[in-house]
């Protein structure tokens, strides 16, 4: 009797929960979570649900995340450019028609024969995912409050000097670089020491831009099998890691690969593979001592530790997802007291962005600060070295929302940045592009977050020459060379018409000039 008891009562305060509206989860009590101004929760304690799952403080049933605790083995090569036809060494039979967690939705209809399985009816290189059907309602989480702008430190005084006030709106100029036979870039990352930068297709091949030469070169591949999402070098520059994925569903894996700058060579770590699920994002932290990988796999994310070396250092925390929610990017952030943080979007389905607090202790904490009512659908996320703002776009409502000192302003009024749905800080924090489809891309200026204030500088009409990109052409991401406002734009178009590529060296004619390469 006493145990029917406890389960009506359990019952009854999930169900009352419902009704009471909220604009923060601690509005909601324990348990309980805030989505869509309503306080909800599946659970109140771990009895209420599956056996194996646990009912964590979201209120959510969970199962614990697996972790990769096999030992590490020696690298295995790859494959090396040596002349003009690199060597391509496979570890995956067959063909394989897809890497894609989630759907691309977007503003070209029509059947993919890229690297994604099923039908595409968007901008499908990579990462990119696009326009929301529907509408972005939002409403404000919290509210923001004025500061003056001045020196901010972030994590390490030693590490960033932040502007002191806002720079000066940004003159673009950009200049077109030959991509070769590179094809549907998707990711590109600079040398800390800003002389070359890497550029992944969105196949398997990795190319070099050379600064001083102006040349793009294809330097490797990674095997037939796999899709490359992104690279991040080592803060030394003595390496850079790549990462992609293989198969799809329960096939997927996530797979690691490392660039060594003293040989051009490229080798897997077998040891890190993910399956199944897929890696997504990797960040370093802004004093360079750090890592974090980002994977997530169809109901899960797991954020796994890296060392300044680039080798792996175990899990940071685990947390369970609503099925296909798909968490697609991972920022440094400070919270509210200016410890160490980070922020997670997730989105191609069920959208929301994720807050991992206390990410020094034992037990880090995972809670959910703003949900699909509020943002809409979201891809990436982006921070200012000193930690204090992010930036990410809700492409549905087509808005660019703000991270400030441990708290989300994601309200209606937030400005328009129409086509974008990536976003990338300059190595000082001064500047940010939000960026996306037919190279479009608008100026965020450190601390100007006003429609005004965000000014448009996309690039020239990329149907004309020299571009000559189709209308599908997507513009995929913007890589700011170290210590400068200059750097990279690529982007490309994979669909049914044909696979092509641009790269644009870009300068920002009233910003911090490069002393070195160009």
């Given amino acids: 009797?006493?145990?029917?008891?406890?389960?009506?009562?359990?019952?009854?305060?999930?169900?009352?929960?419902?009704?009471?509206?909220?604009?923060?989860?601690?509005?909601?009590?324990?348990?309980?979570?805030?989505?869509?101004?309503?306080?909800?929760?599946?659970?109140?304690?771990?009895?209420?649900?599956e056996e194996g799952a646990t009912c964590n403080p979201n209120g959510y049933c969970i199962k614990p995340s697996p972790t990769d605790d096999r030992p590490e083995i020696s690298d295995t090569p790859v494959s090396v450019d040596r002349g003009?036809?690199?060597?391509?060494?496979?570890?995956?039979?067959?063909?394989?028609?897809?890497?894609?967690?989630?759907?691309?939705?977007?503003?070209?209809?029509g059947t993919d024969v890229g690297f994604d399985l099923g039908t595409d009816v968007g901008f499908d290189v990579g990462r990119d995912v696009g326009f929301d059907v529907g509408f972005d309602v939002g409403f404000d989480v919290g509210f923001d409050v004025g500061r003056d702008i001045g020196t901010d430190v972030g994590f390490d005084a030693g590490r960033v000097d932040a502007p002191v006030g806002p720079a000066a709106v940004g003159v673009y100029e950009y200049t077109a670089v030959r991509p070769g036979t590179l094809a549907a870039p998707v990711a590109a990352a600079w040398h800390p020491g800003g002389g070359y930068a890497l550029i992944l297709s969105a196949s398997n091949t990795v190319f070099r831009y050379d600064a001083a030469a102006g040349t793009v070169v294809q330097v490797g591949s990674v095997g037939s099998t796999v899709s490359l999402r992104g690279v991040s070098f080592t803060p030394d520059g003595s390496r850079a890691l790549l990462f992609g994925n293989t198969g799809t569903g329960t096939t997927a894996r996530g797979r690691i690969f490392v660039w060594d700058h003293a040989t051009s060579m490229i080798a897997e770590r077998s040891a890190e593979t993910y399956s199944p699920g897929a890696y997504q994002s990797l960040r370093w932290s802004p004093d360079g001592r750090r890592a974090v990988l980002l994977g997530s796999g169809t109901s899960s994310l797991i954020v796994w530790r890296y060392a300044a070396d680039g080798t792996r250092a175990g899990v940071l925390v685990g947390y369970g997802l609503a099925p296909s929610t798909d968490c697609s990017d991972v920022a440094w952030v400070t919270d509210g007291f200016g410890d160490p943080a980070l922020s997670i979007v997730c989105g191609t389905n069920t959208a929301q962005i994720?807050?991992?607090?206390?990410?020094?202790?034992?037990?880090?904490?995972?809670?959910?600060?703003?949900?699909?009512?509020?943002?809409?659908?979201?891809?990436?996320?982006?921070?200012?070295?000193?930690?204090?703002?992010?930036?990410?776009?809700?492409?549905?409502?087509?808005?660019?929302?703000?991270?400030?000192?441990?708290?989300?302003?994601?309200?209606?009024?937030?400005?328009?940045?129409?086509?974008?749905?990536?976003?990338?800080?300059?190595?000082?924090?001064?500047?940010?592009?939000?960026?996306?489809?037919?190279?479009?891309?608008?100026?965020?200026?450190?601390?100007?977050?006003?429609?005004?204030?965000?000014?448009?500088?996309?690039?020239?009409?990329?149907?004309?020459?020299?571009?000559?990109?189709?209308?599908?052409?997507?513009?995929?991401?913007?890589?700011?060379?170290?210590?400068?406002?200059?750097?990279?734009?690529?982007?490309?178009?994979?669909?049914?018409?044909?696979?092509?590529?641009?790269?644009?060296?870009?300068?920002?004619?009233?910003?911090?000039?490069?002393?070195?390469?160009?």
């Fill in 84 to 109: 003009n036809t690199p060597v391509d060494v496979g570890f995956d039979a067959g063909t394989d028609v897809g890497t894609d967690v989630g759907f691309d939705a977007g503003t070209d209809v």
């Fill in 1 to 49: 009797m006493r145990v029917v008891a406890v389960v009506l009562l359990a019952g009854l305060l999930a169900s009352s929960c419902a009704n009471v509206e909220c604009s923060f989860n601690s509005d909601c009590g324990e348990h309980a979570r805030c989505e869509l101004n309503r306080c909800m929760r599946d659970c109140l304690e771990d009895r209420d649900c």
């Fill in 354 to 518: 994720l807050s991992v607090t206390a990410i020094d202790s034992a037990t880090p904490t995972v809670r959910a600060v703003a949900s699909a009512g509020a943002i809409g659908n979201v891809a990436r996320i982006a921070a200012r070295p000193q930690g204090d703002v992010a930036l990410t776009v809700g492409y549905s409502g087509q808005r660019l929302y703000r991270y400030r000192d441990g708290v989300w302003a994601v309200g209606f009024s937030s400005p328009q940045v129409i086509g974008a749905f990536g976003v990338s800080f300059s190595s000082d924090g001064a500047r940010a592009l939000a960026f996306g489809g037919n190279g479009r891309a608008y100026e965020y200026r450190y601390e100007l977050f006003t429609a005004d204030a965000i000014t448009d500088v996309r690039m020239p009409d990329l149907a004309a020459a020299p571009y000559a990109q189709p209308s599908s052409a997507q513009l995929n991401d913007v890589a700011w060379r170290p210590g400068c406002h200059e750097g990279l734009a690529v982007g490309g178009s994979n669909t049914l018409s044909g696979v092509t590529a641009f790269v644009a060296y870009f300068r920002v004619q009233t910003g911090v000039r490069c002393d070195n390469g160009t």
